[in-house]
């Protein structure tokens, strides 16, 4: 009897133990297994045990060691689990091209590239950039043993989304998109600093302006309100399920302390699981957070990428980046790919007078339509090819080419 229960237990804890092991996918470098208790979730009374690999390293692991916690560790008590691969055996084993030494100063940068296109990472820097477009990482880049070392996660999150995975696509016919203008009602959200008019006025104009324009395109477009009405975010999330939305976009406009006046353009999606955000805004960061949103990662970063990218173009406006964040909970539940774009500063005077005008966020709307076109693209609609050149690389330099009025990197 005894004997028995002993093999039931044998069995169980193998189970455990197998299920803890992250999947491998035959992707990643061939690592050892260590078992580690560093991850802890801030908010659960356990810790959690995960089974991480470590890259083979005959140095003692330098990053575990340096990491410092943020200057204002609010919600981050523990450092993370640091696994570092070495991003030339990344990308041998995922037919990416070899990096290249970009630059030594200021900094010093990489280049990695796909014919999906660049990728531009900086040594110790969570900045980095995907065919010219800002972009943030977990974790800035390393050096360990002379090898360029790339987070697991950013890797993961990231680098293979971009450079490996096949861009978003639609197979269905009218597939569905809800677009969700911020705030509403009682909810004003920001104001002009001209004339104090109200965030919620402009985004339901651009919203209402966006969704013919993406009926034309194909879609099925719903709007999470047409009027000044007060939305909660857990109504805009359930909402979308109910019409069983492919896409979710939330569109804002964003605001900033009058002494700084910034400017640009900001994309946010839900920061993957394991990853600290690139903006908190004074809200907890539990890193260890695995929202229904955190499934379509790789598709949440390609989406806020695209639409980016188009508002960029069509605004002029200053690329602030694809940032991660936790505290936007219109985010978390979406169960489908889901972004929040902030198409400018109702706190600066320059942007906000163009908010302000109809003529502009017209252009907005179009731009995101762009972004999200179902039609292949007719002959006159293609962008021309030409235009800014880039040295890849120090000792044997490539050229890539960037297709003028586009993000596309054409390979020669
Ligand atoms: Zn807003």
């Given at each position: 009897m005894y004997k028995f229960a002993g093999f039931i237990l044998v069995v169980m804890w193998s189970c455990i133990v197998g299920l803890a092991r992250p999947s491998n996918d035959g992707k990643m470098p061939k690592m050892s297994w260590v078992n580690t208790n560093l991850v802890r979730n801030p908010f659960g009374p356990e810790p959690v045990k995960l089974m991480v690999p470590v890259v083979p390293s005959n140095a003692p692991a330098a990053p575990v060691e340096e990491w410092q916690p943020p200057a204002t560790p609010k919600h981050v008590p523990v450092r993370p689990v640091t696994t570092w691969v070495s991003l030339d055996t990344w990308a041998a084993e995922h037919g990416v091209g070899k990096p290249h030494l970009l630059s030594n100063t200021p900094v010093t940068t990489y280049t990695i590239g796909s014919a999906r296109g660049v990728v531009v990472l900086a040594i110790g820097n969570r900045e980095a950039t995907w065919n010219g477009i800002e972009i943030h990482l977990g974790f800035g880049p390393q050096i360990i043993d002379g090898e360029?070392?790339?987070?697991?996660?950013?890797?993961?999150?990231?680098?293979?989304?971009?450079?490996?995975?096949?861009?978003?696509?639609?197979?269905?016919?009218?597939?569905?998109?809800?677009?969700?203008?911020?705030?509403?009602?009682?909810?004003?959200?920001?104001?002009?600093?001209?004339?104090?008019?109200?965030?919620?006025?402009?985004?339901?104009?651009?919203?209402?302006?966006?969704?013919?324009?993406?009926?034309?395109?194909?879609?099925?477009?719903?709007?999470?309100?047409?009027?000044?009405?007060?939305?909660?975010?857990?109504?805009?999330?359930?909402?979308?399920?109910?019409?069983?939305?492919?896409?979710?976009?939330?569109?804002?406009?964003?605001?900033?302390?009058?002494?700084?006046?910034?400017?640009?353009?900001?994309?946010?999606?839900?920061?993957?699981?394991?990853?600290?955000?690139?903006?908190?805004?004074?809200?907890?960061?539990?890193?260890?957070?695995?929202?229904?949103?955190?499934?379509?990662?790789?598709?949440?970063?390609?989406?806020?990428?695209?639409?980016?990218?188009a508002v960029l173009r069509a605004s002029g406006e200053e690329d602030r980046g694809v940032c991660r964040a936790r505290f936007m909970d219109v985010l978390h539940g979406q169960q489908c790919p889901a972004v929040l774009i902030e198409g400018g500063y109702l706190s600066n005077p320059r942007e906000a007078r163009r908010i302000e005008n109809a003529e502009f966020r017209q252009k907005l709307a179009q731009a995101v339509a762009d972004a999200m076109r179902l039609k292949p693209e007719t002959?006159?609609?293609?962008?021309?090819t030409g235009g800014q050149k880039a040295e890849v690389g120090d000792q044997k330099p490539e050229i890539f080419m960037l297709e003028s009025g586009t993000n596309r990197v054409k390979w020669p």
């Open positions: 360029i070392c790339v987070y697991g996660l950013d890797l993961q999150k990231n680098l293979e989304p971009l450079l490996c995975d096949p861009p978003l696509a639609f197979s269905e016919t009218n597939p569905v998109i809800v677009i969700d203008p911020g705030h509403g009602g009682a909810n004003v959200g920001t104001h002009s600093i001209l004339d104090g008019r109200f965030e919620k006025e402009f985004t339901l104009d651009w919203a209402k302006r966006l969704a013919p324009l993406l009926e034309a395109e194909g879609w099925r477009v719903f709007l999470t309100r047409t009027s000044d009405t007060y939305v909660t975010n857990a109504v805009r999330v359930t909402f979308a399920e109910q019409h069983h939305a492919d896409l979710f976009i939330s569109l804002h406009f964003n605001s900033g302390a009058p002494d700084e006046a910034p400017e640009g353009i900001e994309t946010y999606c839900v920061t993957p699981t394991g990853m600290p955000s690139t903006l908190t805004r004074g809200y907890s960061d539990p890193w260890a957070a695995n929202y229904p949103n955190n499934t379509f990662d790789a598709q949440n970063l390609q989406l806020a990428l695209q639409l980016h990218a002959e006159n609609q293609k962008p021309e």
